[in-house]
């Protein structure tokens, strides 16, 4: 859900990178079904979601949504969090997000062969129409939650939580401030 907060943890590894952003494509065991680099970059994806399920400030975050988005409350953050990762890019990178983002694409497309059915669908749309560059503008974001609302095939709110990022804007950034330079830690931690 959070693809450029899964691509800019990824550090300079390509294999990382693209297991990383392949996570949310690839459930259960790993086996031997991937190249280690890639298997270590799904492992790493998993660590991070774990890490930020129990990080102080995410969970913060997630418990000033309004309750009425349940479970979803996670995925909002993970998304509002994006948000402010495209928005403040210049802070935390010395390249640009669109040059980021055009190396993060010739990387994965690479990788073609090995990337999920699902993922290998989605990537061409994704870049084409600059989906992470358009998570800088609160637009961006609206038809984000409206698309990711659409593909699930239960009803949910997602497509009424951009009001959640326009109510709670100060209180998520104030934690976001926070919680990036600890999972750039942590994250640098498991690539040693």
Known sequence: MNYLMHLFLSGSNPEILVGNLMGDFVKGRL????????????EIHRRIDSFAAGNEFFLRSKHCIDPCFGHFR???????????LARYWEDFSPVSLEEFIR???????????????????????????????????????????????????????????FVELSKKRDLLLRDFRVFLPEICAYTDSLMT
């Open 31 to 42: 086996d031997d079904r991937f190249h280690p680099g890639i298997r270590r970059g799904i």
């Open 103 to 161: 190396i993060s694409y010739q990387t994965l497309s690479r990788y073609e062969a090995q990337l999920p059915p699902r993922l290998l669908e989605l990537l061409p749309r994704m870049f084409s129409r600059h989906w992470l560059v358009a998570y800088r503008e609160p637009a961006g974001i609206e038809t984000a939650l409206r698309r990711m609302s659409e593909r699930l095939s239960r009803t949910n709110p997602l497509s009424e939580g």
């Open 74 to 84: 996670a995925v909002l953050v993970d998304i509002f969090y994006d948000h402010f």
